[in-house]
């Protein structure tokens, strides 16, 4: 594979939202992987509409997006609780979390991306419905931090 090949690959895959990239031609294989910057849950906007909190007062709700941790989407794609439609879900709201624990997987391009706590705490909500598509930086879950 000539270098002008491989970089523009790499020049693709930082205008998507494509993580990695692997591919083989002729006797030589390629790997191209990037880590997408994650906003720490202060600077992620909160959802205006929660799918699963019931409707309450615009009070509640900005104290509660200031006193939660907010699980963002790092990736535009499909949102699923369980690993599988056979298996249960990660996490149910309750559910005590820790720090790296799986939470969901967004799926991209035919690709699983694991999206991980980055706090431990109890899972406050759950933002989006299963097999729902997800946005950038769109919130999936509120977690209660715990001291």
Do not use: W
């Amino acid at each position: 594979m000539e270098l002008d090949e491989i970089k523009a690959l790499i020049d693709l895959i930082m205008e998507t939202d494509v993580t990695e990239l692997s591919i083989e031609k002729d006797k030589s294989k390629i790997k191209i992987k990037r880590e997408k910057y994650l906003a720490s849950p202060d600077m992620v906007p909160a959802a205006p509409n929660p799918v699963a909190a019931d409707a309450g007062s615009e009070k509640e709700q900005a104290l509660n997006e200031q006193t939660l941790a907010t699980i963002a989407s790092p990736i535009v794609g499909i949102f699923h609780r369980a690993p599988s439609p056979e298996s249960p879900p990660f996490v149910e709201v309750g559910s005590t979390v820790r720090k790296g624990q799986v939470l969901c997987i967004v799926e991209a391009m035919k690709l699983m991306n694991e999206i991980e706590s980055d706090t431990h705490g109890t899972v406050s909500q759950i933002l989006v419905e299963n097999g729902h598509p997800v946005e950038y930086g769109e919130p999936l879950f509120y977690i209660e931090p715990s001291s």
